[in-house]
C-alpha cells in the first residue's frame, strides 16, 4: 500500500517510490495502512538504538548541559531539514526522513572522538567506521522481530544510510554495496539526506558552541555566511536581545543554505533530464548540491568550526577523557570476555570460537558503539575504580 501523505503520481518520475523499491532482505508482506518507507520510519524510531541517540555526544556531552544537542536531536533537525527540501523538490518525503532519522544509529558515544578510539582499538581486526555501523545495526544487531535480525528495512533507505564506503568494504555488503564498486550515486533522496546532515550540524553547531561561550558573535563576524544575516538581523531589529539573535541569524543562514540547494539542486534536475531513479543512480556525479558560491561559504564556516570549536582546549580536554574511556573499554573486554555482560560474553565466546579473534573484536566493538556516554562513563569506573559497584 503506498503512503497515504503523498500518492506517487504526485512525485516527480524519478523519485523512489514504493512500486520501484528493490524490497527488503527477507520478504513481507505489505503493510495494511502505510507505506514500505513509512514503515522503514516507524521502525528506525521505535529501535533502541535510535532511542540511545538521546544520550550520545553531538559536540558536547551529555552532562555538560541540557539544551546542547545530542544524537538524536541532531538527526530529526536533519530530518525536518530534507524533510521540507524533499517536498520542494517533489521527490519522496518519507523516505528522505527514514534515511534522516537512521543515519546515525551507528555512532559511538562520545561523537568523532568515540569514534576514531574505536577504530585505533579495531585497526588490527578492520577498523571501524559510524557509517558501516550504522547499516550493521540496522541488518544485524537490532533484536526485535521474531523472523529476522535487524529492522529488515528496505534496499533504498539502506543505500541511504551508507553514506561512503572503501572498495574493500563494499564488495562484502552485496547489492548495498555495490554503487561503491561501480562508482554510481544513491537516490535523490539519499543524497539529500547526506546535504541536509551538513547543513544541520554547521548551523547547529553554531549554536551550540555560542551558547556554551566557547566561540562569540565576534569570532563569527569572519565567516561571511554568517556574518551577512547577522548584520541584517540587527539593523532590522535594534535593541535585540543576543539569544534572539543568535537564533534569528541561525534560521535565516538555514534557510539561505536551503533556498540555494533547492534552487541548484533543481537547475541541475533540468539540465541532465532523468525519467527515472536508475537515471539518477547511472550519473557519476551527484545531482544535489550548492551553488560555487555557496559552496565556498559552506567550507568557509566548516573551517571556522574545525579550528575554533572542534580544536577549542575545552573539547580536546574531553575528547582526551572519551578516547581513554573507548580504548580502555576495549583493552579489557578483549584480554577479558568475561567482563562483559551475559548476553555479550556468550556472542563473543561464541564467535572467537567459530570465526577467531576478528569476530571477537566486532563483538566488543558493537558492545560499545552501542553505549551511550554516560554509560560508557558508568562501565570504565565499574571497571577501573576499586570503589566503584560493580
Known amino acids: 500500500m503506498q503512503s497515504v501523505s503523498r500518492q506517487p503520481e504526485s512525485l516527480a518520475p524519478y523519485a523512489s517510490t514504493e512500486a520501484s523499491s528493490r524490497g527488503r532482505r527477507f520478504p513481507e508482506d505489505p503493510p495494511e495502512h502505510r507505506g514500505e518507507y513509512q514503515r522503514d520510519r516507524d521502525r528506525i524510531i521505535h529501535s533502541n538504538a535510535f532511542r540511545r541517540l538521546v544520550y550520545k555526544t553531538q559536540v558536547f556531552v551529555n552532562h555538560e548541559g541540557d539544551l546542547y544537542r545530542t544524537r538524536v536531536t541532531h538527526s530529526m533537525e536533519v530530518a525536518q531539514i530534507a524533510r521540507s527540501i524533499a517536498r520542494a523538490l517533489n521527490i519522496n518525503e518519507t523516505l528522505t526522513e527514514a534515511i534522516s532519522l537512521a543515519h546515525d544509529l551507528g555512532h559511538t558515544p562520545f561523537g568523532h572522538a568515540g569514534q576514531d578510539a574505536l577504530n585505533a582499538s579495531m585497526k588490527r581486526y578492520g577498523g571501524f567506521e559510524h557509517n558501516l555501523q550504522s547499516l550493521r545495526v540496522v541488518d544485524e544487531l537490532e533484536d526485535r522481530y521474531a523472523a529476522f535480525h535487524g529492522l529488515n528495512l528496505t534496499f533504498e533507505c539502506r543505500e541511504g544510510i551508507l553514506k561512503h564506503c572503501a572498495l ?90 536551503v533556498s540555494d540547494l533547492i534552487r541548484t539542486t533543481s537547475a541541475n534536475i533540468a539540465k541532465a533530464r532523468p525519467r527515472s531513479v536508475d537515471d539518477i543512480r547511472d550519473r557519476a556525479r551527484p545531482l544535489v548540491g550548492f551553488s560555487t558560491g555557496v559552496r565556498k561559504e559552506e567550507q568557509e564556516l566548516k573551517r571556522f568550526l574545525n579550528e575554533r570549536l572542534y580544536r577549542h582546549y575545552k573539547v580536546l580536554r574531553m575528547n582526551a577523557k572519551a578516547r581513554r574511556i573507548v580504548s580502555q573499554l576495549f583493552e579489557a573486554f578483549m584480554e577479558d570476555y568475561r567482563l562483559l555482560p551475559p548476553e555479550h560474553q556468550e556472542v563473543a565466546q561464541r564467535v572467537e570460537r567459530t570465526q577467531g579473534a576478528s569476530a571477537k573484536a566486532r563483538a566488543v566493538a558493537d558492545y560499545i558503539a552501542g553505549m551511550t556516554d554516560r554509560y560508557a562513563i558508568l562501565e570504565h569506573q565499574r571497571l577501573f575504580d576499586p570503589a566503584e559497584r560493580t
Open 168 to 257: 574493500k568494504n563494499a564488495r562484502q555488503l552485496g547489492d548495498v554495496g555495490r554503487r561503491f564498486i561501480e562508482r554510481k550515486q544513491p537516490s535523490l533522496e539519499a543524497q539529500l539526506a547526506n546535504v541536509a546532515d551538513e547543513i544541520a550540524y554547521n548551523n547547529h553547531d553554531v549554536d551550540d558552541g555560542l551558547r556554551a561561550g566557547l566561540i562569540t558573535l565576534d569570532d563569527l563576524s569572519e565567516v561571511a555566511v554568517f556574518d551577512r544575516q547577522y548584520r541584517q538581523v540587527i539593523t532590522l531589529y535594534p535593541g535585540i536581545t543576543a539569544r534572539k539573535a543568535i537564533h534569528e541569524t541561525t534560521r535565516r543562514v538555514i534557510n539561505f543554505v
